[in-house]
């Protein structure tokens, strides 16, 4: 069965540290993957994504990482700022399906 | 501006009074498809759309509808509404199908009463 696994659920830090999320999928065969953030309320925002060929890709402070073998994936926020403070969510595709497995989110406090 | 537009942006409703919730976006994308999401469930898919007069059933589509009949417009029609349809509900859309970035809107918060 086709399945995305985030951790941590959720993760407090202090305003200026970093921190990483994880991802691990089971689908099979993989097309690509993203990373969104999504504010609370809001809807999800696009940070990266990476294809199979592909095993880091940066957007700003946000550096993500693939290691297709393994089938995981992990998001690195570098000197968090109070608006980092979100819900980050993973996302994959199949190869061969029109639909898409979401996880289940990684919510991240930032506090100052 | 590229985007996608839901409205009403928040709907309170009685059980059973039939409401529509409206999707449009300006991008030109085939590929649209709605969403609920609920605390600890993540986002779930209802239906989705491949292009005009093609729609299919996401993962819980039971007590939703939906129509494509021009390719901006995806709206999504609860005919009884039900308490436990209370959620926060997304549209979004995509070019050249689901394995692609999506687009969301800013989301519909549904409560019914």
């Known amino acids: 069965k086709n399945q995305v696994e985030q951790s941590p659920q959720s993760l407090i830090i202090l305003e200026g540290k970093n921190c990483t999320l994880q991802c691990n999928y089971t689908v099979s065969p993989f097309s690509n993957l993203r990373w969104y953030k999504q504010d609370t309320g809001r809807g999800p925002v696009s940070l990266t994504i990476?294809?199979?060929?592909?095993n880091t890709k940066s957007n700003g402070r946000y550096t993500a990482t693939l290691d297709a073998d393994t089938k995981q994936s992990s998001l690195h926020i570098t000197a968090s700022q109070l608006s980092d403070s979100a819900s980050y969510i993973c996302v994959v595709s199949g190869e061969y399906s029109d639909k898409i497995i979401f996880g289940k989110g990684t919510r991240l406090h930032i506090l100052p | 501006e590229a985007q996608v537009t839901q409205n009403p942006r928040y709907l309170i409703t009685v059980t059973g009074k039939k409401l529509t919730v409206t999707c449009s976006q300006n991008?030109?994308?085939?590929?649209m498809s709605w969403y609920r999401q609920d605390p600890g469930l993540g986002l779930r898919q209802i239906y989705y759309?491949?292009?005009?007069?093609?729609?299919d059933k996401g993962d819980v589509p039971e007590g939703y509808k939906v129509s494509r009949k021009e390719k901006r417009n995806f709206p999504l029609i609860l005919e009884s509404p039900s308490p436990n349809q209370t959620s926060l509900y997304f549209c979004a859309s995509s070019t050249q199908g689901s394995g692609y970035g999506y687009t969301f809107g800013s989301g519909t918060r549904l409560t019914v009463v």
């Open positions: 759309s491949m292009n005009v007069e093609v729609t």
């Open positions: 991008m030109n994308h085939e590929y």
């Open positions: 990476m294809t199979f060929s592909e």
